[in-house]
């Protein structure tokens, strides 16, 4: 596998969010999030009314990176096997055998489109695969293509139609990234760029076997022992019985799993190389800890009656969790 350095990891970077912002108006740092989970590894969950351009958003990225892109759409009828594949019969030599016939998650980049939409049966099919990159149908376990990544958009609970993720499987994903509404000036440019003759197409700016090499520059950023610290306290934060946050204590009920800390140190490392350090700072967890942590918390009702969000106290554990050990 070949080696890059720390200035060609932020060129090549550059390179495709620049070809991503072709097609997509403004969304920057969703943009930057989603590069950051894909540079790390990791799945995404993007959450966001219908019209967002979530979706196009993911096939931006199919385009842009030369990987082999699969998408599944979720429907409440969708079954576990149109995700992993089944097993079929067929006629061979004269006799009747059965073959395995992969399904589309057999691929580099899925896009799980509206994944809350199907039932929590079919949701689970994504657990192994999400986890662990392989698929077990019968007593057979097939191996997942490397890099493999899950995209997957979900609109919000409130809405008709849709059932909540399982817990476990909402801790699968890296990050989650909420899509706002563009601003005035950001729609104009989108009826500009849909509506009118020009069609504009992005080029592509990497494939598999460099962001593999992003992937494993990333893992080798030294991590000073006192952001460690940093980030382990956080995560024992987010759980009411053990936090000095006022907010964790009245609104959570459940607080982040390890996995929680893993998600924000490889984001950190990954955007203190997109700032051209070779070194995590502070500022690069706190720069992270949103999409990593805002999924992982389990708020209360008494949360969700006050319209409170997991964002809102994630800030306030940010300022209630001391720098210094």
């Known amino acids: 596998m070949s080696e890059i350095s720390v200035s060609e990891f932020r060129q090549t970077a550059e390179a495709i969010e620049s070809e991503i912002g072709k097609v997509i108006v403004g969304q920057k740092d969703v943009i930057r999030t989603v590069l950051t989970a894909i540079m790390a590894g990791g799945h995404t969950l993007l959450e966001g009314v219908p019209g967002l351009g979530k979706t196009m958003l993911i096939r931006t990225i199919s385009e842009v990176l030369e990987m082999e892109f699969s998408r599944i759409q979720f429907t409440p009828d969708l079954m576990p096997a149109d995700i992993t594949g089944t097993e079929v019969m067929e006629d061979a030599d004269g006799q009747r055998q059965f073959r395995f016939q992969k399904g589309p998650i057999f691929a580099n980049l899925i896009l799980a489109d509206e994944v809350n939409r199907a039932t929590p049966k079919t949701q689970s099919a994504m657990l192994e695969a999400m986890q662990e ?76 076997a460099r962001i593999v090499a992003m992937q494993n520059l990333a893992r080798t950023v030294p991590v000073p022992s006192n952001v460690t610290n940093y980030v382990s306290r956080l995560i024992v934060g987010t759980h009411p019985e053990q936090t000095p946050s006022d907010m964790v204590k009245q609104y959570v009920r459940y607080g982040s799993s390890p996995r929680g800390a893993q998600a924000i ?61």
Do not use: C, W
């Open 133 to 208: 990159k392989t698929v077990t149908v019968g007593n057979d376990t097939y191996k997942l293509p490397k890099p493999f990544f899950v995209l997957a958009t979900q609109n919000p609970l409130e809405m008709e139609g849709t059932y909540p993720l399982p817990e476990a499987q909402l801790d699968r994903f890296l990050f989650k990234v909420d899509v706002s509404f563009p601003s005035a000036t950001e729609l104009s440019e989108i009826l500009n760029r849909t509506t009118g003759e020009e069609n504009p197409e992005p080029q592509r700016a990497a494939d598999g």
């Open 265 to 325: 140190m490889l984001g950190a490392r990954i955007t203190a190389l997109l700032a051209g350090r070779y070194n995590v700072s502070f500022d690069d967890v706190e720069a992270i800890a949103g999409p990593a942590l805002r999924h992982r918390m389990i708020l209360n009702f008494e949360a969700q009656a006050g319209n409170i969000s997991a964002d809102q106290i994630i800030s306030d554990l940010l300022g209630a969790v001391s720098r210094d050990a």
